[in-house]
């Protein structure tokens, strides 16, 4: 088996298409509900609408690329030429949300902005899928893949707090206006466009050992029965990825209305980004020698104890006290954000000794497809919950809405973290197991090469 580790300049340029992605998911997931509420000033129940309708819709493009990736041959690999095909729509679209005119028809600006972000979606799905898929090309090697993973959580979560430290200070610089998002949009645009030229010409292919078979609603359930390490992570991934949509779509309403202070926002944002990335390292030594599953698990528990910490937070209390749960909440995110991608390439050698054909697109865009449906879906019925309390933007609200608001952002998460918590103490597939796979691989290789020559 190949323990070869990576050169770092790999691992940094591969970590920012995490880094673009998570720029243009976490603007949308944090900032654009916001905007829409409170800028756009539409009912809180079609906000929440507008990204379920667009993930909904995008959702399916995952799967459908997931395959194309797989079966797809050109001169320069099967995935690394969408890198460059979906970069541009991705940024131009990115760039349009946030410039649209006053609509005065309800229900055609929603279908507009619902419109926009499909097109976001769907073009960042055909940059997202393929190179997600390249993990288990680039390395073969359990730890590495952790490594990996660790290098592209770290540049994905400066993603965030690029978000969170500039997106709202610029758009005040900019005089606050509708123009000064537009303004805003187009520099994140270009943001978001830029790293996909320097990860096409770092990164590289294997040639596929077999031709991939396309999959039917058949063939994804078969899947689905067949592999049950599969299944399950699928289950607490999904499950993880709820408990992270949901606080991250409702934490500008939690501290401009709850807790008083808008201006808290960005450095709570800092502070938890930063625990995010101090933490890495740690639970990337700490994983060697263990088992993926178990890191997760530890990192889940880790991350409840600041939810607790966070329902408790009150208009009166210091900043640093936020700052502190902050970065203990970073900490304990880290991990539970990072394994699961490193596992999902695991899968694909699991897959191939039963198969016979890689198809890393086929996993990573399932993968993709429910983490999308289950969080769009996730925050929609919160801010559905919020409209019937009677939540109202920009206005004083009483306390009913103010303690829905708070149990959205703290505890409900907890609800699905113990959930997931529950769905990957069943998962098998740990070191060892993977350590086996890849010496029936390598056998089965040398066979076929040995046949070939």
Not at 68 to 80: F, P
Not at 185 to 190: D, S
Not at 381 to 386: D, K, N, P, T
Request: hydrophobic share 50%; aromatic share 14%; with cysteine.
């Amino acid at each position: 088996m190949d323990d070869a580790r990576l050169p770092l300049y790999l691992k940094l340029v591969y970590g920012l298409g995490d880094h673009s992605l998570n720029v243009a998911l976490v603007a949308l997931t944090m900032i654009l509900p916001f905007y829409l509420t409170d800028v756009v000033e539409m009912r809180v129940g079609l906000a929440g609408l507008v990204p379920l309708v667009g993930r909904g819709v995008d959702a399916f493009s995952d799967v459908l690329m997931g395959q194309l990736s797989d079966r797809t041959r050109w001169k320069r690999g099967r995935r690394r030429p969408f890198l460059l095909i979906g970069s541009l729509p991705f940024a131009l679209a990115f760039a349009a949300i946030w410039a649209v005119p006053r609509i005065d028809s309800t229900m055609l600006e929603f279908i507009y902005y619902v419109a926009i972000y499909v097109v976001i979606s769907i073009s960042m799905t055909v940059v997202a899928v393929p190179y997600q898929a390249l993990m288990p090309d680039l390395t073969e090697s359990y730890h590495e893949r952790t490594s990996l993973a660790t290098f592209r959580s770290v540049a994905s979560l400066l993603g965030t707090l690029l978000v969170a430290v500039t997106f709202q200070p610029l758009v005040a610089y900019f005089g606050g206006d509708a123009s000064a998002w537009a303004i805003v949009g187009a520099l994140y645009a270009v943001w978001v466009f830029w790293p996909w030229f320097p990860i096409w010409w770092v990164t590289y292919e294997s040639p596929p050992k077999e031709e991939s078979e396309p999959l039917g609603l058949r063939g994804y359930r078969l899947l689905l029965s067949s592999n049950s390490n599969y299944r399950r992570l699928l289950t607490f991934y999904t499950l993880g990825r709820i408990a992270i949509d949901l606080p991250l779509a409702l934490f500008l309403h939690f501290f401009t209305y709850v807790i008083g202070h808008p201006d808290y926002f960005p450095p709570i944002m800092v502070s938890f980004i930063l625990g995010t990335v101090i933490a890495m390292p740690a639970w990337l030594r700490l994983s060697r020698g263990r088992d993926k599953v178990t890191i997760y698990g530890y990192a889940c528990f880790a991350w409840i104890a600041t939810f607790v910490g966070l329902f408790m937070l009150q208009p009166g209390w210091p900043l640093g006290a936020m700052v502190l749960i902050a970065l203990l909440s970073g900490a304990g995110y880290s991990a539970v954000d990072m394994m699961p991608w490193s596992m999902v390439a695991d899968m694909a050698d699991e897959d191939e000794v039963e198969s016979g054909q890689r198809r890393e697109g086929i996993f990573v865009g399932f993968f993709t497809f429910l983490r999308k449906l289950a969080g769009a879906s996730s925050v929609a019925i919160a801010f559905l919950v919020l409209d019937l309390v009677g939540f109202r933007p920009g206005e004083g609200n009483d306390q009913e809405v103010l303690w829905t608001i708070r149990v959205l952002t703290t505890c409900l998460p907890v609800v699905f973290i113990l959930a997931s918590i529950a769905a990957s103490r069943r998962y098998t597939l740990g070191a060892a197991e993977h350590a086996e796979i890849m010496t029936e691989l390598e056998g089965r290789r040398g066979e076929r090469d040995a046949d070939s020559a």
